[in-house]
């Protein structure tokens, strides 16, 4: 039996579990073995370079088809590893 919810509508997974993005833990191996198996997998990327952000979205995007989230803590500017993200199309 699945539990499905608005929440699973909303961000396109089977089950309502959200990995949390558990700083240098979230790896794209995670993440994915997480989106996967229908939850919604997450990377940390708030203290990553750019060319970093990149290679972990383009990672969980080799290993995945299904929707995966990335983390920013906003009390610092974020906006370059945001532009990063969304170049990469990783919500494709």
């Known amino acids: 039996m699945r539990l499905r919810t608005p929440l ?9 579990i959200i990995q949390a993005p558990i700083g240098s833990a979230s790896a794209p191996a995670l993440a994915a073995a ?3 198996a229908s939850g919604l ?7 990553r370079s750019l060319d970093e952000v990149r290679r972990v979205v383009r990672e ?3 290993l995945t088809s ?6 920013l ?6 906006e ?6 969304l170049d990469e199309d990783y919500l494709r």
């Open 80 to 85: 370059e590893r945001l532009r990063v993200c």
């Open 8 to 16: 699973c509508d909303a961000l396109g997974i089977d089950v309502p």
């Open 60 to 62: 969980t995007r080799d």
């Open 41 to 47: 997998g997450m990377l940390s990327v708030t203290w």
């Open 34 to 36: 997480v989106s996967n």
């Open 73 to 78: 803590v906003l009390a610092w500017p974020q």
């Open 66 to 71: 299904r929707p995966f989230g990335v983390n």
